[in-house]
């Protein structure tokens, strides 16, 4: 079974891994760069002491050799790893230091090799012996011998110099490896709790428990986009469930009046309370009629996915198209003192025929029910370059701005009286928008109580 983990734990662990690959990278880079820079310190160095060495040596020569003071320059210099042996002409010994102390040169020369190979096991040196001349006045004074390790060696001094480079590179890694465990912690606690807030909400959201995460937003862009994105899609199934209660109530109500009524008309005829006649039979029909259009209005709900549209385009005149919807009610316009004017322009556009019929039919249908006697419905066609729209406009009884954003959802009523007049179940206008939408047009609806609505239409041509 493979194993988890928090995120807290888990970014720690890449925290400290990761300062653990940085140390370990720096620490090599840096060794390999003051590594060679310390050979060619060594190197240098080495040159710089035998060019001086071998200077002070021939300052000790005046009709005659100092020996008291070149002894002690070569104990100095033994010091420093360097063995001299001085000869004057005919190469006459002045002063050679393995005569001198032959044990402390084996000493000094075997220590330096032994710190050398531990240092560096890869470390390939040899003793060797230079000569250089000594000259005073152009003339040949004598020459010195200088015996060292070559190609480099360090000292006692930089053996500790690098020792206490090394010791502070690991504290230094202990110190950056402690920062990264708190720093990791600290940083996974933050991460971890809005995250766990949207752990909640989700469950939450799984068991119909709608509740928001506290706006208590942090510095991380993702976060607060996923804070958001839960928050709103709280708000939304809040909202649909709400729908989806209130369909339940419109339905059940639309349902009860119609079958109500024809249960009691069947049963006073079945008990010859009342008589079998036109009338009553017209009576039934229509409530037959308002039943079958709930439950058609119910069946088109699926059209409200653009996905399950299949649209068959072809080139129409959009102004025939508006002016056979326009048709269908004009006796009721007529009937009830409303004016529907239309100014009409040819032009062609690639559609679905049917569908935009459609889409005419419900907004001028949801334009007829929210008029008043002695309004007035405009419909108006706006050739643009690249789009036409179609503008339905009223001066009916408008809309609130609570309800102004949810008119194109599923099942949403701004009228909640269950008017049988302005009623229904709330589905014409989700239909409207999905079939827009499956065109790439847009709608957009704007209103004002007692002032009317205007819904605008675009489709690309």
């Known amino acids: 079974m493979r194993r988890m983990y928090t995120i807290r734990s888990k970014l720690s662990l890449s925290y400290i891994v990761y300062i653990l690959l940085f140390i370990l990278f720096v620490g090599v880079i840096s060794n390999y760069i003051i590594k060679n820079e310390f050979k060619e310190y060594s190197k240098k160095k080495l040159e710089n002491q035998i060019t001086q060495i071998t200077r002070q040596i021939n300052n000790q020569y005046n009709d005659g050799w100092n020996v008291d003071n070149i002894k002690v320059i070569g104990s100095n210099a033994l010091e420093n790893g360097l063995i001299i042996s001085v000869y004057g002409t005919n190469n006459k ?28 096991p890869n470390w390939k040196g040899k003793f060797v012996v230079k000569e250089f001349p000594l000259t005073q006045s152009n003339a040949n004074i004598g020459s010195i011998h200088i015996g060292y390790l070559s190609p480099y060696f360090y000292t006692e001094t930089e053996f500790a110099f690098l020792s206490t480079l090394n010791t502070l590179y690991i504290i230094a890694s202990i110190i950056f490896v402690s920062m990264a465990l708190v720093l990791g912690a600290y940083i996974a606690k933050r991460l971890a709790m809005p995250l766990n807030k949207v752990v909640k909400a989700t469950t939450n959201l799984s068991q119909g428990i709608y509740e928001k995460i506290p706006s208590d937003e942090t510095n991380i862009i993702e976060i607060n986009k996923l804070t958001n994105s839960i928050n709103s899609l709280s708000t939304t199934l809040a909202n649909q469930e709400a729908l989806r209660k209130q369909l339940t109530s419109d339905v059940t109500h639309e349902l009860r ?18 008589e079998v006649d036109q009338k009553q039979l017209n009576s039934l029909h229509d409530e037959i009629i308002r039943l079958n259009k709930i439950v058609s209005d119910l069946d088109n709900s699926t059209l409200i996915d653009q996905n399950n549209l299949t649209l068959n385009k072809q080139t129409i005149n959009i102004s025939d198209l508006i002016e056979k919807a326009i048709n269908i009610f004009k006796i009721q316009f007529s009937s ?44 108006t066609v706006i050739n643009e370059k ?49 079939i827009v939408l499956a065109h790439n047009g847009k709608i957009i609806a704007e209103s004002k109580i007692g002032e009317g609505t205007q819904i605008t239409v675009s489709l690309p041509k």
């Open 386 to 434: 690249e789009q036409i729209k179609i503008v339905v406009k009223d001066t009916g009884t408008g809309i609130s701005v609570t309800d102004l954003p949810h008119i194109f959802e599923r099942f949403y009523r701004a009228d909640k009286s269950r008017n049988r007049k302005t009623g229904g179940t709330g589905i014409g206008l989700s239909i409207v928008k999905s």
């Open 257 to 274: 009046t119609p079958l109500s009524t024809l249960q009691a008309h069947f049963e006073a005829m079945l008990d010859g309370v009342i």
């Open 93 to 120: 010994t002045i002063w050679d230091a393995f005569v001198h102390n032959g044990h402390q040169c084996s000493m000094v020369i075997d220590g330096i090799a032994t710190m050398m190979i531990e240092h560096d």
């Open 336 to 379: 009830e003192n409303k004016t529907l004017n239309f100014d009409r322009e040819n032009i062609l556009i690639y559609v679905d025929k049917d569908k935009i019929y459609q889409v005419l039919i419900n907004l001028i249908s949801n334009a007829l029910k929210h008029t008043k006697e002695n309004d007035l419905v405009k419909i």
